[in-house]
């Protein structure tokens, strides 16, 4: 095997340590969570940055088992549906470990949908209650569904509850005991039906195990562990409805008893003032934000000394906004990981602990991973350093994929028949001191099939023309990459998981033509 893991069967094999899967069926993401209990009961969990309340991992225990049953009193069965359609807040994970811990499975949606496009969702899912906030009960209540108001007691008193609806801490209450429903739970069970960001089409439910989420979770934090890192603390402003949020922040990292910093949504000074008053070690975020991080001069005016790691994800992250970011924040580790909703968020990372690169790379597999680049059309595995689709299997895969192999094309623009890849000019174009964002599409052309155009959104105040953009991408790239159009936007549209929503741009782009 190489240095990249790399076998003559043509499969690249994880370079971490083996994996060590806990071997008991009976075992639910909510037992193994807290395996390790008495050694930290009386440590924070979580924190909420908006309300300023925080709970030790003892709280976070029993106030998980008092709405599990809770829920339970209100008819909620194993194998239920429970839609939790709500903003972050520290209630959140809480609800999620509430349904899985007696074998009812959890389906998030994000607060931005319709409410035709939550009636799709609840369609396929078929929740039997909904958790929610009084700010979006309008887009619900027409569903004719048991509610449950999250929000603090104060809050939710202001006004009256419709016909139906109780609140977290009524459940809480009506739950009573602390003692976990004896009820068997598989590793094998659904704890969760994610619905994938549907930037290629209809969105999709994904069934993810317990397994799932144990196995994740393991791959995520397995460098911290080898590292022996303790009290960790990690800032959760990614929506907790995606993979990314819920999975590879939240629960990976409270499994581990890492504290978890949780906020409705970003803003970069109350982001900042996160870090400084919780003491904030590590954040995952996406481009977006790495941009703010590198470019506002806001981040020099709070303390962060106690940031070590900024971690990216759900979008490609070019080589120069990590060393421009790396500027910004000098004492940081700036690094970025790739993965799915399919893979529960996890499909390789870079390691920091064994030196930043800055190299725009995704790091290596995760533990337990094993992938191949296959030949886009001819669906054969290639050698290194040859471009094609990436297939992925492990325990991590969603239900039915952990022993096959998964696996999604990219999008790629095919220019004369040379693959241009949107990513590697968007990297490009962002390095830019005069651009703020960009995204790059295909544009249909008679002679070529597609040629590579750019939508850009400039900084305040620039004069950019498209000439300038396009000689500073032909002065970086082979012929075949140079962009044959560049037009000016004032934001990129993107999903609230922060990925670029390509496709919609396309649609609307080939709809003029």
């Keep these: 095997m190489e240095k990249s893991g790399y076998g003559r069967d043509g499969i690249y094999r994880s370079l971490r340590p083996t994996l060590v899967l806990p071997k008991d069926p009976n075992l639910s993401l909510v037992d193994f969570l807290f395996r390790s209990f008495n050694s930290h009961s009386h440590k924070p969990a979580l924190h909420d940055a908006d309300s300023s309340l925080s709970l030790t991992f003892s709280d976070l225990k029993s106030t ?37 811990s007696f074998g009812a499975v959890a389906t998030t949606a994000n607060p931005l949908y319709t409410t035709a496009e939550l009636g799709k969702q609840i369609k396929d899912s078929n929740p039997k209650l909904i958790i929610t906030v009084p700010e979006l009960w309008e887009k619900v ?5 048991p509610a449950v108001f999250l929000g603090s007691p104060e809050q939710l008193q202001r006004d009256a509850l419709p016909v139906g609806v109780r609140t977290f801490h009524q459940v809480v209450e009506l739950g009573g005991s602390v003692d976990y429903p004896e009820i068997r739970v598989k590793q094998s069970d659904t704890a969760a039906l994610l619905y994938s960001s549907g930037t290629t089409g209809v969105s999709k439910g994904v069934v993810l195990t317990h397994r799932n989420f144990i196995a994740a979770a393991m791959m995520i934090t397995m460098d911290q562990e080898v590292a022996g890192e303790p009290d960790n603390v990690y800032l959760c402003f990614l929506p907790m409805f995606h993979v990314f949020g819920l999975a590879v922040i939240t629960y990976a990292q409270l499994q581990r008893g890492s504290a978890v910093v949780t906020m409705a949504k970003f803003d970069l000074e109350m982001v900042l003032k996160a870090v400084e008053r919780y003491r904030v070690t590590h954040m995952w975020v996406v481009p977006p934000v790495m941009l703010a991080l590198a470019k506002q001069s806001l981040v020099k005016k709070y303390d962060l000394s106690s940031l070590r790691e900024v971690s990216s994800g759900a979008a490609p992250l070019g080589k120069d906004l990590m060393t421009e970011c790396s500027r910004n924040l000098p004492n940081v580790a700036i690094f970025q990981g790739y993965g799915m909703t399919e893979t529960c968020g996890i499909v390789s990372v870079e390691n920091p602990r064994v030196g930043p690169r800055h190299s725009g790379s995704a790091g290596t597999l995760g533990a337990g991973i094993e992938s191949k680049i296959v030949g886009v059309d001819t669906v054969m595995p290639l050698p290194p350093n040859q471009l094609g689709e990436i297939w992925v299997r492990g325990p991590n895969m969603m ?115």
């Design 64 to 100: 998980v088992s008092k709405f599990a049953n809770g829920i339970r009193h209100l008819g909620i069965s194993r194998n239920d549906v429970v839609l939790i359609f709500a903003p972050n807040s520290y209630q959140f994970p809480i609800c999620f470990l509430a349904v899985a």
């Design 141 to 145: 209540k027409g569903f004719d569904l």
């Design 399 to 513: 239900q039915g994929i952990s022993s096959s192999w998964l696996h999604r094309i990219k999008e790629l623009i095919k220019y004369k028949g040379f693959q241009v890849a949107p990513a590697e000019l968007e990297g490009l174009l962002v390095s830019h001191p005069e651009i703020l964002d960009a995204v790059v599409i295909p544009y249909p052309d008679a002679e070529a099939g597609e040629v590579p155009v750019a939508y850009v959104v400039r900084t305040p105040n620039s004069s950019l023309t498209e000439e300038e953009v396009q000689k500073f991408i032909a002065n970086q790239v082979a012929p075949f990459k140079r962009l044959r159009k560049v037009t000016f936007i004032s934001t990129v549209p993107k999903s609230a998981s922060g990925k670029i929503l390509r496709r919609e741009l396309i649609q609307k782009v080939r709809s003029k033509i």
